[in-house]
């Protein structure tokens, strides 16, 4: 790193101690964007990189609600509104008893590069809550939402900062929070939330638009090979909606996940999760009990291993981790440079450590791609919602999927591009921070001191 880059970095760490993943994704991306910072002296003389690693508001509140037992809980909520200088904060939320503040800053920083990859005016934010929805009733998580969204409505809006779905918070928790958010407001005020059900405003494909996104990106991936996706294998972590929508869209394609993973074990089906009854399957297994994906096993006859990942399954063409950060360290990492598996898409929000990633970019054999421009089709039909909410239009699946295909295009494209113009190869990890800093920077400089 230049002088400029390493002082930001080392004040950077100084400030936030105890914040370890938001350091990780900070270091992750100010170590690709050198190239960028060298040919424009201006960031340096405005202050870009500082100013961009602060945020521009962190909410903290606390959530008092009552279970069926009428006994009182509190929980801390959560909001990291880091960067509008491209449109109104937009990130989802996430209850999750590991949610913290390191964990919604490392999210939301991330989320500004991912959004500005988009092409779409959005900004970077995030939010969530330490609240575990898992064993819940409909009730207590109606509480939950309700209270949460009582505290959260102040700082939220249609042009201010539009919050969508994420880890423990699905179409369900959604409807509950835009609930409250309309009982308060008393107007139906669509685009203020994102992820919301069809009948209420919400986008058709939005539950599977990250999974499919990151198969689109895929297919770029394998044309630059001079291959098809169709006959390829894939090994996957995690049978949420994301990993879901990988299963569906790889279906379509004519390609197949034979390894899934969750966090009972991991699943090794040979044919495939490819037929109508193994992917609704799929959603009953999660819904019942989203800690255990060994039902699959008993249900199709397959192999189940136990307590451990599929990150060193030799079979397959593709690794897409698509769970939690940091799911993939340096003991896989070396196990995946052995397997000979020649692609790693990277899916769930930092799925790998620093180590792991550096080690396997230096693997000649293995492509690696990165989350911010791998998952960023979730955010994007996120902002499809809500230009259909402003519009007061609806779009058919033909419609919302032929746009999403068009985005990750292009989100493929400008990451290729931005690395080749820096010098830096084929590089798509580089290329994407290189692309979604330089449009944020350049909006930042335009707006001046802010």
């Given at each position: 790193?230049?002088?400029?880059?390493?002082?930001?970095?080392?004040?950077?760490?100084?400030?936030?101690?105890?914040?370890?993943?938001?350091?990780?994704?900070?270091?992750?991306?100010?170590?690709?964007?050198?190239?960028?910072?060298?040919?424009?002296?201006?960031?340096?003389?405005?202050?870009?990189?500082?100013?961009?690693?602060?945020?521009?508001?962190?909410?903290?509140?606390?959530?008092?609600?009552?279970?069926?037992?009428?006994?009182?809980?509190?929980?801390?909520?959560?909001?990291?509104?880091?960067?509008?200088?491209?449109?109104?904060?937009?990130?989802?939320?996430?209850?999750?008893?590991?949610?913290?503040?390191?964990?919604?800053?490392?999210?939301?920083?991330?989320?500004?590069?991912?959004?500005?990859?988009?092409?779409?005016?959005?900004?970077?934010?995030?939010g969530g809550s330490d609240f575990d929805p898992r064993g819940k009733s409909d009730g207590e998580v109606m509480r939950?939402?309700?209270?949460?969204?009582?505290?959260?409505?102040?700082?939220?809006?249609?042009?201010?900062?539009?919050?969508?779905?994420?880890?423990?918070?699905?179409?369900?928790?959604?409807?509950?929070?835009?609930?409250?958010?309309?009982?308060?407001?008393?107007?139906?005020?669509?685009?203020?939330?994102?992820?919301?059900?069809?009948?209420?405003?919400?986008?058709?494909?939005?539950?599977?638009?990250?999974?499919?996104?990151?198969?689109?990106?895929?297919?770029?991936?394998?044309?630059?090979?001079?291959?098809?996706?169709?006959?390829?294998?894939?090994?996957?972590?995690?049978?949420?909606?994301?990993?879901?929508?990988?299963?569906?869209?790889?279906?379509?394609?004519?390609?197949?996940?034979?390894?899934?993973?969750?966090?009972?074990?991991?699943?090794?089906?040979?044919?495939?999760?490819?037929?109508?009854?193994?992917?609704?399957?799929?959603?009953?297994?999660?819904?019942?009990?989203?800690?255990?994906?060994?039902?699959?096993?008993?249900?199709?006859?397959?192999?189940?291993?136990?307590?451990?990942?599929?990150?060193?399954?030799?079979?397959?063409?593709?690794?897409?981790?698509?769970?939690?950060?940091?799911?993939?360290?340096?003991?896989?990492?070396?196990?995946?440079?052995?397997?000979?598996?020649?692609?790693?898409?990277?899916?769930?929000?930092?799925?790998?450590?620093?180590?792991?990633?550096?080690?396997?970019?230096?693997?000649?054999?293995?492509?690696?791609?990165?989350?911010k421009a791998v998952n960023a089709c979730g955010v994007s039909v996120s902002e499809l919602e809500m230009a259909q909410?402003?519009?007061?239009?609806?779009?058919?699946?033909?419609?919302?999927?032929?746009?999403?295909?068009?985005?990750?295009?292009?989100?493929?494209?400008?990451?290729?591009?931005?690395?080749?113009?820096?010098?830096?190869?084929?590089?798509?990890?580089?290329?994407?921070?290189?692309?979604?800093?330089?449009?944020?920077?350049?909006?930042?400089?335009?707006?001046?001191?802010?």
């Amino acid at each position: 790193m230049n002088a400029y880059l390493e002082r930001v970095l080392a004040e950077t760490k100084a400030k936030n101690a105890n914040e370890p993943l938001f350091l990780q994704t900070v270091e992750e991306v100010l170590s690709s964007v050198e190239p960028l910072i060298n040919a424009h002296p201006e960031y340096e003389a405005a202050s870009l990189l500082e100013r961009l690693v602060e945020p521009e508001r962190v909410i903290e509140f606390r959530v008092v609600w009552m279970d069926d037992q009428l006994k009182y809980h509190v929980n801390r909520g959560y909001r990291v509104q880091f960067n509008a200088a491209l449109g109104p904060y937009k990130g989802g939320l996430r209850f999750a008893p590991n949610v913290t503040l390191d964990t919604m800053k490392f999210l939301g920083f991330e989320q500004i590069f991912k959004d500005a990859l988009t092409g779409l005016p959005i900004g970077g934010c995030k939010g969530g809550s330490d609240f575990d929805p898992r064993g819940k009733s409909d009730g207590e998580v109606m509480r939950f939402c309700q209270a949460f969204m009582t505290e959260l409505i102040r700082h939220i809006g249609p042009d201010v900062d539009v919050p969508a779905g994420d880890v423990g918070v699905g179409g369900r928790e959604i409807g509950y929070l835009y609930g409250q958010y309309r009982r308060i407001k008393g107007a139906a005020e669509l685009g203020a939330m994102t992820g919301k059900d069809i009948k209420t405003g919400g986008s058709i494909l939005r539950p599977e638009a990250t999974g499919y996104g990151a198969v689109y990106y895929l297919e770029e991936v394998l044309k630059h090979d001079g291959l098809e996706i169709a006959g390829k294998k894939l090994a996957i972590s995690g049978f949420g909606n994301v990993a879901w929508g990988i299963m569906k869209k790889a279906a379509e394609l004519g390609a197949a996940v034979t390894y899934f993973a969750g966090p009972d074990g991991y699943i090794h089906d040979p044919e495939g999760v490819v037929t109508e009854e193994k992917l609704n399957f799929i959603l009953e297994m999660r819904a019942k009990d989203p800690m255990r994906c060994e039902p699959y096993a008993e249900r199709f006859g397959v192999e189940f291993v136990p307590g451990t990942k599929c990150w060193d399954a030799k079979d397959v063409d593709v690794l897409m981790p698509a769970a939690t950060q940091n799911d993939v360290n340096m003991e896989w990492a070396k196990k995946i440079a052995a397997s000979g598996v020649k692609y790693y898409i990277e899916v769930a929000n930092m799925p790998t450590t620093n180590d792991a990633l550096v080690f396997l970019k230096e693997q000649k054999h293995l492509l690696v791609a990165p989350s911010k421009a791998v998952n960023a089709c979730g955010v994007s039909v996120s902002e499809l919602e809500m230009a259909q909410n402003s519009a007061r239009l609806y779009w058919d699946a033909e419609e919302v999927d032929a746009k999403m295909h068009k985005i990750m295009t292009n989100i493929y494209k400008s990451s290729a591009d931005a690395a080749e113009r820096y010098g830096l190869g084929y590089d798509l990890v580089a290329g994407a921070n290189l692309a979604g800093f330089q449009k944020v920077a350049d909006a930042m400089m335009c707006q001046g001191i802010f």
